[in-house]
Protein backbone atom coordinates (compact mmCIF):
# COMPACT_ATOMS: atom_id res chain seq x y z
CA UNK A 1 0.00 0.00 0.00
CA UNK A 2 1.44 3.17 -1.29
CA UNK A 3 2.25 6.19 1.69
CA UNK A 4 -0.01 8.68 0.11
CA UNK A 5 -2.92 5.85 0.32
CA UNK A 6 -2.22 5.22 4.03
CA UNK A 7 -1.95 9.02 5.24
CA UNK A 8 -5.57 9.38 3.13
CA UNK A 9 -7.40 6.25 5.68
CA UNK A 10 -5.68 7.76 8.47
CA UNK A 11 -7.14 11.28 7.49
CA UNK A 12 -10.09 9.43 6.77
CA UNK A 13 -9.96 7.81 10.09
CA UNK A 14 -9.46 11.01 12.00
CA UNK A 15 -12.10 13.15 10.48
CA UNK A 16 -14.58 10.16 11.69
CA UNK A 17 -14.00 10.45 14.87
CA UNK A 18 -14.09 13.75 14.90
CA UNK A 19 -17.57 13.76 13.30
CA UNK A 20 -18.39 11.25 15.68
CA UNK A 21 -17.33 13.04 18.76
CA UNK A 22 -19.00 16.11 17.78
CA UNK A 23 -22.31 14.30 17.21
CA UNK A 24 -22.14 12.25 20.74
CA UNK A 25 -21.50 16.48 21.92
CA UNK A 26 -24.68 17.30 19.96
CA UNK A 27 -26.69 14.73 21.46
CA UNK A 28 -25.19 15.26 24.32
CA UNK A 29 -25.55 18.99 24.70
CA UNK A 30 -29.34 18.16 23.75
CA UNK A 31 -30.23 16.09 26.59
CA UNK A 32 -27.98 18.50 29.11
CA UNK A 33 -28.07 21.95 28.02
CA UNK A 34 -27.59 23.94 31.06
CA UNK A 35 -24.55 21.53 32.09
CA UNK A 36 -22.69 22.21 28.56
CA UNK A 37 -23.44 25.68 28.73
CA UNK A 38 -22.16 26.09 31.88
CA UNK A 39 -18.71 23.98 31.51
CA UNK A 40 -18.58 26.50 28.42
CA UNK A 41 -18.38 29.18 30.03
CA UNK A 42 -16.60 27.80 32.68
CA UNK A 43 -13.70 27.18 30.42
CA UNK A 44 -13.82 30.75 28.71
CA UNK A 45 -14.13 32.73 31.82
CA UNK A 46 -11.13 31.10 33.30
CA UNK A 47 -9.15 31.88 30.42
CA UNK A 48 -10.42 35.69 31.02
CA UNK A 49 -12.10 35.61 28.38
CA UNK A 50 -15.72 34.54 29.55
CA UNK A 51 -18.91 36.58 28.71
CA UNK A 52 -21.59 37.68 30.85
CA UNK A 53 -24.69 36.45 31.80
CA UNK A 54 -28.18 37.39 30.39
CA UNK A 55 -29.90 36.87 34.11
CA UNK A 56 -28.87 35.21 37.74
CA UNK A 57 -32.17 32.98 36.72
CA UNK A 58 -29.91 31.66 33.96
CA UNK A 59 -26.72 31.60 35.91
CA UNK A 60 -29.03 29.46 38.80
CA UNK A 61 -30.00 27.23 36.24
CA UNK A 62 -26.50 25.88 34.71
CA UNK A 63 -24.90 25.80 37.92
CA UNK A 64 -27.50 23.52 39.69
CA UNK A 65 -27.07 21.33 36.89
CA UNK A 66 -23.13 21.01 36.72
CA UNK A 67 -23.34 20.80 41.05
CA UNK A 68 -25.40 17.80 40.12
CA UNK A 69 -22.29 16.21 38.64
CA UNK A 70 -19.95 17.81 41.24
CA UNK A 71 -21.46 18.82 44.31
CA UNK A 72 -18.12 20.46 45.59
CA UNK A 73 -17.64 22.83 42.30
CA UNK A 74 -15.90 25.67 44.25
CA UNK A 75 -16.54 28.21 41.29
CA UNK A 76 -20.40 26.75 40.59
CA UNK A 77 -21.01 27.39 44.03
CA UNK A 78 -19.89 30.76 44.24
CA UNK A 79 -21.54 31.79 40.94
CA UNK A 80 -24.90 30.36 42.19
CA UNK A 81 -24.95 31.71 45.57
CA UNK A 82 -24.17 35.09 44.27
CA UNK A 83 -26.78 34.47 41.64
CA UNK A 84 -29.29 34.10 44.61
CA UNK A 85 -28.22 37.04 46.53
CA UNK A 86 -29.01 39.23 43.25
CA UNK A 87 -32.36 37.29 42.90
CA UNK A 88 -33.24 38.45 47.18
CA UNK A 89 -32.98 34.83 47.99
CA UNK A 90 -30.80 34.86 50.90
CA UNK A 91 -31.65 31.79 52.21
CA UNK A 92 -30.42 29.54 49.35
CA UNK A 93 -27.87 31.89 48.71
CA UNK A 94 -26.63 31.55 52.34
CA UNK A 95 -26.75 28.11 52.12
CA UNK A 96 -24.59 27.87 48.94
CA UNK A 97 -21.71 30.34 51.12
CA UNK A 98 -22.55 27.76 54.05
CA UNK A 99 -21.31 24.72 51.92
CA UNK A 100 -18.07 26.85 50.43
CA UNK A 101 -16.78 27.40 54.01
CA UNK A 102 -17.43 24.08 55.30
CA UNK A 103 -15.22 23.04 51.82
CA UNK A 104 -12.37 25.88 52.28
CA UNK A 105 -13.09 27.01 56.09
CA UNK A 106 -9.89 29.39 56.53
CA UNK A 107 -10.28 31.22 52.58
CA UNK A 108 -11.58 34.72 53.74
CA UNK A 109 -13.33 35.57 50.50
CA UNK A 110 -16.09 33.30 51.59
CA UNK A 111 -16.93 34.49 54.55
CA UNK A 112 -16.50 38.19 53.32
CA UNK A 113 -19.40 37.34 51.10
CA UNK A 114 -21.48 35.59 53.51
CA UNK A 115 -21.36 38.53 55.32
CA UNK A 116 -22.84 40.84 52.20
CA UNK A 117 -25.47 38.87 52.15
CA UNK A 118 -25.66 38.76 55.72
CA UNK A 119 -25.91 42.73 55.37
CA UNK A 120 -28.37 42.50 52.59
CA UNK A 121 -30.57 40.41 54.24
CA UNK A 122 -30.57 43.13 57.66
CA UNK A 123 -28.61 40.52 59.14
CA UNK A 124 -25.99 43.11 61.25
CA UNK A 125 -24.90 40.83 63.96
CA UNK A 126 -23.72 38.02 61.76
CA UNK A 127 -22.67 40.21 59.13
CA UNK A 128 -20.21 42.04 61.97
CA UNK A 129 -19.02 38.64 62.84
CA UNK A 130 -18.27 37.54 59.36
CA UNK A 131 -16.06 40.44 58.29
CA UNK A 132 -14.20 39.97 61.03
CA UNK A 133 -13.30 36.75 60.39
CA UNK A 134 -12.71 37.76 56.62
CA UNK A 135 -10.09 40.53 58.30
CA UNK A 136 -8.15 38.41 60.77
CA UNK A 137 -7.81 35.66 58.16
CA UNK A 138 -6.68 38.14 55.05
CA UNK A 139 -6.04 41.32 56.81
CA UNK A 140 -7.74 44.44 56.20
CA UNK A 141 -8.41 46.36 52.92
CA UNK A 142 -11.03 49.29 51.85
CA UNK A 143 -13.93 47.00 50.96
CA UNK A 144 -13.58 44.83 54.24
CA UNK A 145 -13.45 48.24 56.15
CA UNK A 146 -16.26 49.41 54.04
CA UNK A 147 -18.39 46.21 54.93
CA UNK A 148 -17.71 46.40 58.67
CA UNK A 149 -18.40 50.00 58.97
CA UNK A 150 -21.95 49.71 57.49
CA UNK A 151 -22.31 46.67 59.78
CA UNK A 152 -21.29 48.79 62.84
CA UNK A 153 -23.33 51.90 61.37
CA UNK A 154 -26.61 49.86 61.00
CA UNK A 155 -25.79 48.51 65.02
CA UNK A 156 -26.09 52.16 66.10
CA UNK A 157 -22.71 51.79 66.80
CA UNK A 158 -21.44 55.07 64.91
CA UNK A 159 -18.54 56.34 66.53
CA UNK A 160 -16.77 53.00 65.39
CA UNK A 161 -18.40 52.87 62.08
CA UNK A 162 -16.88 56.27 61.27
CA UNK A 163 -13.53 55.24 62.46
CA UNK A 164 -13.76 52.36 59.52
CA UNK A 165 -14.67 54.82 56.83
CA UNK A 166 -12.50 57.60 58.11
CA UNK A 167 -9.66 54.98 57.66
CA UNK A 168 -10.43 54.26 53.97
CA UNK A 169 -9.55 57.74 52.82
CA UNK A 170 -6.35 58.64 55.14
CA UNK A 171 -5.10 54.98 54.25
CA UNK A 172 -6.25 53.78 51.29
CA UNK A 173 -5.26 55.64 47.36
CA UNK A 174 -5.16 55.15 43.84
CA UNK A 175 -6.24 51.23 42.98
CA UNK A 176 -6.64 49.88 46.54
CA UNK A 177 -10.18 51.30 46.05
CA UNK A 178 -12.73 51.09 43.67
CA UNK A 179 -15.19 53.33 42.21
CA UNK A 180 -17.77 51.41 43.90
CA UNK A 181 -16.81 51.51 47.46
CA UNK A 182 -16.00 55.24 47.38
CA UNK A 183 -19.92 55.62 46.04
CA UNK A 184 -21.06 53.81 48.63
CA UNK A 185 -19.08 55.83 51.34
CA UNK A 186 -20.57 58.92 50.56
CA UNK A 187 -23.78 57.64 50.87
CA UNK A 188 -22.47 56.12 54.17
CA UNK A 189 -21.55 59.51 55.56
CA UNK A 190 -24.40 61.03 54.32
CA UNK A 191 -26.63 58.70 56.47
CA UNK A 192 -24.48 60.12 59.43
CA UNK A 193 -24.73 63.89 58.10
CA UNK A 194 -20.58 64.32 57.48
CA UNK A 195 -20.85 66.38 54.56
CA UNK A 196 -17.61 67.20 54.26
CA UNK A 197 -16.80 63.71 54.34
CA UNK A 198 -19.00 63.31 51.76
CA UNK A 199 -17.62 65.85 49.50
CA UNK A 200 -14.26 64.18 50.23
CA UNK A 201 -15.13 61.15 48.62
CA UNK A 202 -16.47 62.29 45.65
CA UNK A 203 -12.92 64.67 44.85
CA UNK A 204 -11.01 60.68 45.87
CA UNK A 205 -13.83 59.12 42.98
CA UNK A 206 -13.50 61.65 40.62
CA UNK A 207 -10.96 60.69 39.31
CA UNK A 208 -12.29 57.05 38.66
CA UNK A 209 -15.63 58.16 37.49
CA UNK A 210 -15.12 57.15 33.81
CA UNK A 211 -15.89 53.93 35.09
CA UNK A 212 -19.28 54.10 36.31
CA UNK A 213 -20.07 58.30 35.19
CA UNK A 214 -23.46 57.82 35.81
CA UNK A 215 -23.45 56.58 39.82
CA UNK A 216 -21.09 59.11 40.27
CA UNK A 217 -23.45 62.25 38.83
CA UNK A 218 -26.05 60.36 41.06
CA UNK A 219 -24.27 60.66 44.07
CA UNK A 220 -23.18 64.75 43.56
CA UNK A 221 -26.65 65.21 43.01
CA UNK A 222 -27.34 63.14 46.70
CA UNK A 223 -25.15 65.51 48.02
CA UNK A 224 -26.30 69.14 46.57
CA UNK A 225 -29.42 67.94 47.45
CA UNK A 226 -28.14 67.08 51.50
CA UNK A 227 -26.48 70.74 51.26
CA UNK A 228 -29.75 72.68 49.87
CA UNK A 229 -31.52 70.51 53.19
CA UNK A 230 -29.05 72.02 55.51
CA UNK A 231 -29.20 75.52 54.04
CA UNK A 232 -25.86 75.76 52.68
CA UNK A 233 -26.94 77.05 49.53
CA UNK A 234 -23.74 78.28 48.05
CA UNK A 235 -22.13 74.89 48.36
CA UNK A 236 -25.04 73.14 46.80
CA UNK A 237 -24.88 75.64 43.85
CA UNK A 238 -21.22 74.77 42.90
CA UNK A 239 -21.99 71.74 42.26
CA UNK A 240 -25.47 72.29 40.14
CA UNK A 241 -23.68 74.33 38.30
CA UNK A 242 -21.09 71.38 37.31
CA UNK A 243 -24.05 69.30 36.85
CA UNK A 244 -26.15 71.46 34.33
CA UNK A 245 -22.46 71.74 32.08
CA UNK A 246 -22.85 68.02 31.92
CA UNK A 247 -22.40 66.29 28.43
CA UNK A 248 -25.86 66.01 27.11
CA UNK A 249 -26.10 62.04 28.23
CA UNK A 250 -25.73 63.06 32.24
CA UNK A 251 -27.80 65.96 31.94
CA UNK A 252 -30.96 65.85 34.37
CA UNK A 253 -33.74 68.91 33.99
CA UNK A 254 -34.32 68.60 37.56
CA UNK A 255 -30.78 70.04 37.98
CA UNK A 256 -31.73 73.00 36.00
CA UNK A 257 -35.14 73.55 37.86
CA UNK A 258 -33.18 73.23 41.24
CA UNK A 259 -30.60 75.20 40.02
CA UNK A 260 -32.71 78.03 38.72
CA UNK A 261 -34.67 78.42 41.34
CA UNK A 262 -31.81 78.25 44.04
CA UNK A 263 -30.31 81.54 42.09
CA UNK A 264 -33.55 83.18 42.03
CA UNK A 265 -33.29 82.56 45.87
CA UNK A 266 -29.54 84.12 46.09
CA UNK A 267 -30.92 87.09 44.03
CA UNK A 268 -29.18 86.20 40.82
CA UNK A 269 -32.13 87.12 38.47
CA UNK A 270 -29.82 87.43 35.67
CA UNK A 271 -28.44 84.02 36.24
CA UNK A 272 -31.78 82.25 36.70
CA UNK A 273 -33.47 83.32 33.55
CA UNK A 274 -29.82 82.25 31.50
CA UNK A 275 -30.07 78.73 32.87
CA UNK A 276 -33.72 78.44 32.29
CA UNK A 277 -33.00 79.22 28.55
CA UNK A 278 -30.16 76.81 28.70
CA UNK A 279 -32.46 74.06 30.23
CA UNK A 280 -35.37 74.32 27.56
CA UNK A 281 -32.48 74.07 24.74
CA UNK A 282 -31.36 71.01 26.44
CA UNK A 283 -34.61 69.43 27.38
CA UNK A 284 -35.38 70.46 23.64
CA UNK A 285 -32.57 68.60 22.46
CA UNK A 286 -33.21 65.56 24.48
CA UNK A 287 -36.75 64.68 23.32
CA UNK A 288 -35.32 65.26 19.69
CA UNK A 289 -33.13 62.48 20.50
CA UNK A 290 -34.15 58.74 20.63
CA UNK A 291 -32.52 57.84 23.86
CA UNK A 292 -34.65 60.36 25.80
CA UNK A 293 -38.13 60.88 26.47
CA UNK A 294 -39.55 57.03 26.74
CA UNK A 295 -39.19 56.44 30.62
CA UNK A 296 -41.44 57.60 33.77
CA UNK A 297 -38.92 59.78 35.09
CA UNK A 298 -38.31 61.99 31.43
CA UNK A 299 -41.77 62.48 31.37
CA UNK A 300 -42.25 63.61 35.09
CA UNK A 301 -39.33 66.16 33.70
CA UNK A 302 -41.01 66.94 30.60
CA UNK A 303 -44.19 67.65 32.71
CA UNK A 304 -42.42 70.28 34.63
CA UNK A 305 -41.18 72.22 31.98
CA UNK A 306 -44.34 72.21 30.61
CA UNK A 307 -45.44 73.54 33.30
CA UNK A 308 -42.72 75.98 34.07
CA UNK A 309 -43.57 77.54 29.91
CA UNK A 310 -47.08 77.60 30.58
CA UNK A 311 -46.59 79.66 33.60
CA UNK A 312 -43.86 82.15 31.83
CA UNK A 313 -46.34 82.43 28.68
CA UNK A 314 -43.65 81.32 26.23
CA UNK A 315 -46.39 80.04 23.95
CA UNK A 316 -44.19 78.87 20.79
CA UNK A 317 -41.70 77.07 22.67
CA UNK A 318 -44.54 75.04 24.84
CA UNK A 319 -46.45 73.64 21.54
CA UNK A 320 -42.96 72.62 20.40
CA UNK A 321 -42.62 70.62 23.62
CA UNK A 322 -45.90 69.20 23.64
CA UNK A 323 -45.40 68.20 20.05
CA UNK A 324 -42.30 66.36 21.22
CA UNK A 325 -44.24 64.60 23.95
CA UNK A 326 -46.70 63.09 22.74
CA UNK A 327 -45.21 60.48 20.59
CA UNK A 328 -42.95 59.45 23.22
CA UNK A 329 -44.87 59.23 25.80
CA UNK A 330 -46.93 57.08 23.52
CA UNK A 331 -44.08 54.64 23.17
CA UNK A 332 -43.80 54.75 26.86
CA UNK A 333 -47.15 53.15 27.40
CA UNK A 334 -46.19 50.47 24.56
CA UNK A 335 -42.45 49.60 25.71
CA UNK A 336 -43.01 49.18 29.38
CA UNK A 337 -44.50 45.64 30.54
CA UNK A 338 -47.00 46.94 32.91
CA UNK A 339 -48.63 50.44 33.55
CA UNK A 340 -48.13 50.03 37.31
CA UNK A 341 -44.44 51.45 36.51
CA UNK A 342 -45.41 54.66 34.98
CA UNK A 343 -49.25 55.66 35.73
CA UNK A 344 -48.08 58.63 38.10
CA UNK A 345 -46.10 59.79 35.66
CA UNK A 346 -49.04 60.31 33.33
CA UNK A 347 -51.30 62.05 36.17
CA UNK A 348 -48.44 64.00 36.46
CA UNK A 349 -48.16 64.80 32.76
CA UNK A 350 -51.68 65.17 31.94
CA UNK A 351 -52.64 68.70 33.40
CA UNK A 352 -49.89 70.17 31.76
CA UNK A 353 -50.90 69.35 28.56
CA UNK A 354 -53.59 71.13 26.04
CA UNK A 355 -57.22 69.69 26.41
CA UNK A 356 -57.34 67.71 24.02
CA UNK A 357 -53.57 66.57 24.08
CA UNK A 358 -54.55 65.19 27.05
CA UNK A 359 -57.50 63.67 26.13
CA UNK A 360 -56.16 61.99 23.16
CA UNK A 361 -52.99 60.60 25.70
CA UNK A 362 -55.64 59.19 28.17
CA UNK A 363 -57.70 57.82 25.67
CA UNK A 364 -54.81 55.89 24.22
CA UNK A 365 -53.46 54.90 27.79
CA UNK A 366 -56.65 53.02 28.55
CA UNK A 367 -56.76 51.50 25.47
CA UNK A 368 -53.46 49.62 25.88
CA UNK A 369 -54.41 49.10 29.31
CA UNK A 370 -57.79 47.33 29.01
CA UNK A 371 -56.10 44.95 26.41
CA UNK A 372 -54.19 43.41 28.77
CA UNK A 373 -55.69 41.29 30.85
CA UNK A 374 -53.36 41.29 33.89
CA UNK A 375 -53.37 45.51 33.94
CA UNK A 376 -57.65 45.32 34.92
CA UNK A 377 -56.67 46.88 38.20
CA UNK A 378 -54.92 49.41 36.78
CA UNK A 379 -57.56 50.14 34.14
CA UNK A 380 -59.94 50.49 37.50
CA UNK A 381 -58.16 52.35 39.27
CA UNK A 382 -57.21 54.78 36.88
CA UNK A 383 -60.88 55.27 35.54
CA UNK A 384 -61.71 57.08 38.00
CA UNK A 385 -58.03 59.71 38.19
CA UNK A 386 -59.22 60.35 34.79
CA UNK A 387 -62.56 61.06 34.77
CA UNK A 388 -62.14 64.50 33.53
CA UNK A 389 -59.94 63.65 30.40
CA UNK A 390 -62.23 61.09 29.15
CA UNK A 391 -65.75 62.46 30.49
CA UNK A 392 -66.43 63.50 27.21
CA UNK A 393 -65.33 60.86 25.36
CA UNK A 394 -68.47 58.41 26.39
CA UNK A 395 -67.28 55.51 23.93
CA UNK A 396 -64.33 55.18 25.58
CA UNK A 397 -65.95 55.25 29.31
CA UNK A 398 -68.50 52.97 28.51
CA UNK A 399 -65.49 50.96 27.02
CA UNK A 400 -63.84 50.79 30.41
CA UNK A 401 -67.15 50.15 32.10
CA UNK A 402 -67.79 47.09 29.88
CA UNK A 403 -64.41 45.58 30.32
CA UNK A 404 -64.52 46.34 33.81
CA UNK A 405 -67.73 44.58 34.17
CA UNK A 406 -67.12 41.53 32.14
CA UNK A 407 -63.91 41.70 34.13
CA UNK A 408 -65.51 41.44 37.16
CA UNK A 409 -68.59 38.78 36.29
CA UNK A 410 -65.57 36.12 35.40
CA UNK A 411 -63.51 36.30 38.13
CA UNK A 412 -66.09 37.05 41.52
CA UNK A 413 -66.89 34.01 42.80
CA UNK A 414 -63.86 32.54 43.31
CA UNK A 415 -61.65 35.60 44.66
CA UNK A 416 -64.63 36.58 47.22
CA UNK A 417 -64.46 32.50 48.30
CA UNK A 418 -60.67 32.83 48.95
CA UNK A 419 -61.28 36.46 50.41
CA UNK A 420 -63.94 34.84 52.86
CA UNK A 421 -61.58 32.13 53.99
CA UNK A 422 -58.77 34.14 54.62
CA UNK A 423 -61.63 36.25 56.88
CA UNK A 424 -62.37 33.06 58.43
CA UNK A 425 -58.96 31.95 59.37
CA UNK A 426 -57.00 32.39 62.10
CA UNK A 427 -54.52 35.05 59.94
CA UNK A 428 -57.40 36.49 57.79
CA UNK A 429 -58.66 40.13 57.56
CA UNK A 430 -61.39 39.80 60.14
CA UNK A 431 -58.62 38.70 62.21
CA UNK A 432 -56.60 41.93 61.02
CA UNK A 433 -59.39 43.95 61.32
CA UNK A 434 -59.50 42.35 65.45
CA UNK A 435 -55.87 43.78 65.79
CA UNK A 436 -56.92 46.88 64.49
CA UNK A 437 -59.38 47.58 67.36
CA UNK A 438 -57.21 46.03 69.90
CA UNK A 439 -54.50 48.75 68.73
CA UNK A 440 -56.80 51.40 68.71
CA UNK A 441 -57.85 50.81 72.34
CA UNK A 442 -54.41 50.22 73.37
CA UNK A 443 -52.15 53.07 72.46
CA UNK A 444 -49.40 53.05 74.07
CA UNK A 445 -48.66 49.66 74.61
CA UNK A 446 -44.90 48.64 73.71
CA UNK A 447 -45.10 46.08 71.91
CA UNK A 448 -46.29 48.34 68.88
CA UNK A 449 -43.62 49.64 66.87
CA UNK A 450 -42.87 53.29 65.42
CA UNK A 451 -44.58 52.56 62.16
CA UNK A 452 -47.60 50.44 63.34
CA UNK A 453 -48.14 54.13 65.36
CA UNK A 454 -47.64 56.71 62.52
CA UNK A 455 -49.73 54.47 60.48
CA UNK A 456 -52.64 54.05 63.06
CA UNK A 457 -52.30 58.19 63.68
CA UNK A 458 -52.82 59.03 60.16
CA UNK A 459 -56.31 56.96 60.09
CA UNK A 460 -57.56 58.57 63.18
CA UNK A 461 -56.65 61.60 61.54
CA UNK A 462 -58.99 60.98 58.49
CA UNK A 463 -61.45 60.24 60.71
CA UNK A 464 -61.17 63.71 62.42
CA UNK A 465 -60.32 61.71 65.86
CA UNK A 466 -57.18 64.86 66.16
CA UNK A 467 -57.14 63.93 70.19
CA UNK A 468 -55.89 60.39 69.68
CA UNK A 469 -54.23 61.05 66.39
CA UNK A 470 -51.59 63.49 68.35
CA UNK A 471 -51.17 61.38 70.65
CA UNK A 472 -50.05 58.40 68.95
CA UNK A 473 -47.93 60.59 66.50
CA UNK A 474 -46.03 61.65 69.97
CA UNK A 475 -45.63 58.19 71.09
CA UNK A 476 -44.46 56.98 67.22
CA UNK A 477 -42.17 60.02 67.50
CA UNK A 478 -40.73 59.33 70.70
CA UNK A 479 -39.78 55.70 69.62
CA UNK A 480 -38.41 56.72 66.43
CA UNK A 481 -36.82 60.57 66.40
CA UNK A 482 -34.80 60.02 63.61
CA UNK A 483 -37.55 58.23 61.51
CA UNK A 484 -39.04 60.35 58.44
CA UNK A 485 -42.50 58.90 58.46
CA UNK A 486 -42.65 59.45 62.15
CA UNK A 487 -41.55 63.09 62.46
CA UNK A 488 -43.56 63.54 59.49
CA UNK A 489 -46.79 62.37 60.90
CA UNK A 490 -46.34 63.91 63.88
CA UNK A 491 -45.89 67.77 62.06
CA UNK A 492 -48.68 66.84 59.97
CA UNK A 493 -51.02 65.71 63.11
CA UNK A 494 -49.58 68.49 65.36
CA UNK A 495 -50.32 71.58 63.13
CA UNK A 496 -53.76 70.19 62.25
CA UNK A 497 -54.29 70.09 65.68
CA UNK A 498 -52.61 73.67 66.48
CA UNK A 499 -49.87 72.29 68.71
CA UNK A 500 -46.77 74.43 67.17
CA UNK A 501 -44.42 73.39 69.79
CA UNK A 502 -44.67 69.61 68.70
CA UNK A 503 -44.88 70.48 64.91
CA UNK A 504 -41.79 72.20 65.23
CA UNK A 505 -39.82 69.77 67.15
CA UNK A 506 -41.26 67.31 64.01
CA UNK A 507 -39.74 69.69 61.58
CA UNK A 508 -36.28 70.62 63.06
CA UNK A 509 -35.81 66.88 63.53
CA UNK A 510 -36.41 66.52 59.76
CA UNK A 511 -34.33 69.14 58.84
CA UNK A 512 -31.55 68.51 60.89
CA UNK A 513 -31.41 65.05 59.65
CA UNK A 514 -31.89 66.46 56.35
CA UNK A 515 -34.62 64.95 55.41
CA UNK A 516 -37.20 67.50 54.76
CA UNK A 517 -39.03 68.03 51.76
CA UNK A 518 -40.96 70.86 49.75
CA UNK A 519 -44.33 70.03 51.91
CA UNK A 520 -42.73 69.71 54.79
CA UNK A 521 -40.97 72.99 54.40
CA UNK A 522 -44.06 74.81 53.20
CA UNK A 523 -45.36 73.75 56.46
CA UNK A 524 -42.55 75.13 58.54
CA UNK A 525 -42.94 79.01 56.45
CA UNK A 526 -46.51 78.52 57.40
CA UNK A 527 -45.74 77.91 61.31
CA UNK A 528 -43.17 80.52 61.23
CA UNK A 529 -45.74 82.74 59.68
CA UNK A 530 -48.30 82.42 62.14
CA UNK A 531 -45.35 82.90 64.90
CA UNK A 532 -44.88 86.17 63.85
CA UNK A 533 -41.28 84.92 62.68
CA UNK A 534 -40.88 86.70 59.29
CA UNK A 535 -37.40 85.67 58.81
CA UNK A 536 -37.52 81.88 59.70
CA UNK A 537 -40.60 81.97 57.09
CA UNK A 538 -38.66 83.56 54.27
CA UNK A 539 -35.97 81.51 54.91
CA UNK A 540 -38.30 78.29 54.69
CA UNK A 541 -40.53 79.12 52.11
CA UNK A 542 -37.45 79.84 49.73
CA UNK A 543 -36.30 76.30 50.86
CA UNK A 544 -39.81 74.67 49.77
CA UNK A 545 -39.73 76.58 46.92
CA UNK A 546 -36.11 75.36 45.61
CA UNK A 547 -37.39 71.91 46.54
CA UNK A 548 -40.46 71.77 44.16
CA UNK A 549 -43.45 72.54 46.14
CA UNK A 550 -45.79 74.08 43.64
CA UNK A 551 -47.57 76.68 46.39
CA UNK A 552 -44.11 77.79 47.44
CA UNK A 553 -43.33 78.78 44.00
CA UNK A 554 -46.13 80.86 43.04
CA UNK A 555 -45.65 82.13 47.03
CA UNK A 556 -42.49 83.08 45.91
CA UNK A 557 -42.91 84.29 42.51
CA UNK A 558 -45.83 86.63 44.01
CA UNK A 559 -44.01 88.37 46.43
CA UNK A 560 -40.37 88.62 44.77
CA UNK A 561 -42.25 89.64 41.48
CA UNK A 562 -39.45 86.83 39.80
CA UNK A 563 -40.73 85.57 36.73
CA UNK A 564 -37.39 84.26 35.91
CA UNK A 565 -37.81 81.72 38.67
CA UNK A 566 -38.67 78.35 37.33
CA UNK A 567 -41.68 76.58 37.85
CA UNK A 568 -41.86 72.83 38.90
Request: a negative charge.
Amino acid sequence: MSFAKKLFIALAFILGAQISLLAGFCFYYAKNESLCRWVIRDFFERLGAGESYESPQEVVKETSAALKVNKDDTYALRSRAAAYADLLDYQNSLADYDHLIRLEPNRSEWYQARSQVYFQSDDFEKALKDVEKAIALSGLDSERLLLRGKSLLSLKRKTEAKKDFDKILQEYKGDQVELSTYLDLCDRYLDMLDGDSAARTLELAAAKKDTDEYEFHEKQRSLADYYLKRLDYDRAAKIYQELVALPHEYLNYSDFLKYVNLLAVKGDTAGSVRVKAGAIEQMTKSLESDRYGTDFVDMCEAAALLKNLKLDGRQSEYESIVTLVMPKAKKMFKDYESAFDYRYALLYLLPELPKPKAKELAASFMELVIAKESEQDIADEMKDSLAEYLAEDTTKVAQVSAEKASSTDELESEPVESETEEAAGPGGSAAASGDKAEVGSKEGQSKLDSHSLHQEADEALERGDKTKALKLAQQSFAMAPDETCSADTLATVAWSCHDNASARKALEALLRHSQIDGDQALLFYELATEEKKAAEAEKYLSLAMILGNDEALALFRKKHNSLGVALR
